[in-house]
């Protein structure tokens, strides 16, 4: 039944609720799922993907996994419903949103930032089941949710993306990011030649060449991995499996478990010394205590983010880094941009910050009035640090006070800063925030270093200049994104239509046979006899089909000859020359004693 004709109107509109009352910035990243482009032969490749994930994971997961899939919406049998899983997820004070593939880090960790669970939309296909090259529901939905019941696991993940969505990013790490995103494309398109992604590869390998330091992001994007993504819970002798890279894969999650292919090391702040590749299987996992183990690690490598230290070591990392920062004045105004160039003192205190480009002035995560990316196009400039004579701070005085150090609107006003810049002007306009002086404005203004190097000439403009005595805190993208987006939203915002032959149709209706006759609560073993019987003659290839027939007639009690010559079909079918057909047959082979085929592999 199409999905609109069952749920009507509300089901679509209760997504377009949870993506309205999202920020602005981050609702056209969000996509709405329409249920119906799945087909009868994806809702098959999640069950045995689930069903055989789940028998497995419930010895070897942590005990909350079976009730976690439950509690999130997410049953073994179709492919969840966004709306449902929302429904489930609200007394946990979380939320679920469909995107379309990769988003950029960034936006990802602030969706996870505000309790937003981010599910890619689309379905692995069938030659996909082990190992699918872009973001799925698979992995994303009963890899990430189940753990989200765990209060303290939630607020761990929450946290993770509140420094995730503040970490310095590096234009290397940009360029990897669209290679990463682009290849994925590449590989799912149908059509796509060895040639092209032969190509696409090799951009990929350049970008990761050229990008050799790990950055601020890349570190914690390692964190995440040995954690979130693969970790281990217990101690290097008993451990349970938390990570949804490991809860959604069907051969890692089994091959994790042996101590003589995957090393198992204690989770310390080093585990960010280790890179990971996403194509191949972990060579080393870590394990983690508890959630609150997880917490501290996060907390001591959030210590010594450019956030958390700032000072001058922090803006020279986003000069390197070549992307939009934001650094935080000690009065609380947020200069976003690129910075380009840094002037410190003898003990290396910022002393003059510039940017290059688009800059934007905020104060706490709010673009001030006038001060947009469009008027600070050509970039910014300030001094830092404390004028001579005045022992705090000038944003700490009030107005009448300023007066009395000569620094009064409509005045000529010359500050000089114990730094040894001058700034030399009329002072049109003090604004003010929270009783606070946060930028002064100032016409026909000259500003000088103390080498009398020109930092400003009164022709080049109006001069605002932003206050504080320090840089306190420094941090990944812009302070109001939704002012000045870094990232352009996805062309594509809903699922892709995907084009079937007839043969396809013909077996997506003997799927959907399949699944009516067994949510039946009885069935005459003559239909069910029936309907196998259709299945040898039109599509004994399809080896998924044949395994859902053979489930059925297991189920029904069907005469055993029927189960034996399906059986033996699919024996037939292992035995190709398709290493990962042949690891699925076998491994559904084995669920169901009914052994494996002979020369099958359990692989990935």
């Not at 439950?70 to 969840?80: C, D, M, S």
């Not at 114990?418 to 930028?439: A, C, H």
């Not at 190709?576 to 047959?585: F, G, K, N, P, T």
Request: proline share 3%.
């Amino acid at each position: 039944m199409p999905y609109n004709a069952k749920y009507g109107d509300t089901a679509m509109s209760s997504q377009q609720e949870v993506i309205n009352s999202l920020p602005t910035h981050l609702q056209p990243f969000a996509a709405t799922q329409d249920y119906s482009r799945y087909s009868p032969r994806d809702h098959a490749v999640w069950r045995f993907l689930l069903h055989q994930l789940s028998g497995t994971l419930d010895v070897t997961a942590h005990s909350i996994y079976l009730e976690g899939l439950a509690r999130t919406g997410i049953n073994l049998e179709l492919i969840p419903r966004i709306e449902e899983m929302n429904a489930c997820m609200a007394s946990l004070g979380w939320r679920a949103v469909v995107v379309d593939g990769f988003v950029p880090p960034s936006i990802f960790m602030e969706f996870q930032a505000h309790k937003v669970l981010v599910v890619a939309v689309d379905m692995r296909t069938i030659e996909h089941m082990l190992y699918t090259p872009s973001p799925d529901i698979v992995h994303e939905s009963s890899g990430h949710a189940p753990f989200i019941i765990d209060v303290d696991y939630a607020e761990f993940l929450q946290r993770f993306g509140e420094l995730g969505m503040r970490a310095v990013a590096s234009k290397g790490d940009m360029d990897v990011y669209e290679a990463i995103r682009h290849l994925s494309i590449v590989k799912e398109a149908v059509g796509s030649s060895a040639e092209e992604i032969e190509a696409v590869e090799k951009a990929l390998q350049k970008a990761k060449d050229n990008n050799k330091v790990p950055s601020e992001a890349a570190l914690l994007a390692r964190l995440h991995w040995w954690t979130v993504e693969y970790g281990l819970v217990g101690d290097t002798e008993n451990y349970k499996v938390f990570g949804a890279g490991l809860l959604s894969s069907l051969g890692e999650s089994v091959n994790c478990l042996d101590d003589n292919i995957v090393k198992k090391i204690p989770l310390t702040i080093n585990a960010i010394a280790s890179g990971y590749d996403i194509t191949t299987e972990q060579p080393q996992l870590f394990v983690t205590k508890s959630c609150r183990h997880l917490t501290q690690i996060l907390e001591e490598f959030g210590r010594q983010m450019c956030v958390s230290q700032g000072g001058s070591a922090s803006v020279k990392k986003v000069i390197d880094a070549q992307t939009v920062n934001t650094v935080v004045m000690s009065s609380g105004v947020e200069i976003s941009g690129q910075f380009s160039r840094l002037v410190t003192d003898f003990v290396d205190s910022p002393i003059y910050v510039n940017t290059v480009g688009p800059t934007q002035l905020a104060y706490k995560g709010k673009e001030l009035t006038g001060h947009s990316v469009e008027y600070h196009d050509c970039g910014f400039g300030s001094p830092v640090g404390r004028l001579q004579g005045m022992e705090r701070c000038v944003s700490s005085y009030t107005i009448d006070e300023l007066k009395q150090y000569g620094i009064g609107v409509g005045e000529l006003v010359v500050l000089e800063f114990l730094s040894g810049v001058i700034v030399r002007g009329f002072l049109t306009e003090i604004v003010r925030r929270d009783q606070k002086n946060i930028i002064l404005r100032f016409e026909k203004c000259k500003v000088v270093s103390l080498d009398g190097e020109l930092l400003f000439h009164q022709d080049w403009g109006v001069y605002d200049m932003a206050v504080g005595d320090a840089v306190v805190s420094v941090f990944g993208g812009s302070a109001d994104r939704q002012a000045y987006p870094l990232y352009r939203a996805p062309s594509v915002q809903s699922q892709e239509e995907v084009g079937h032959s007839d043969r396809d149709r013909a077996s997506f209706d003997l799927y959907r046979k399949v699944r009516d006759l067994r949510e039946r609560r009885s069935v005459e073993k003559s239909v069910v006899l029936s309907l196998l019987t259709e299945i040898q003659a039109q599509a004994c290839d399809e080896w998924l089909l044949v395994f859902e027939a053979i489930e059925l007639a297991k189920m029904v009690g069907a005469v055993q000859n029927v189960v034996l010559e399906l059986t033996e079909s699919l024996k037939v079918l292992a035995l190709a020359e398709d290493e990962q057909r042949s690891c699925l047959i076998n491994y559904g082979l084995e669920r169901l004693g009914l052994g494996s085929a002979e020369g099958g592999l359990i692989g990935r």
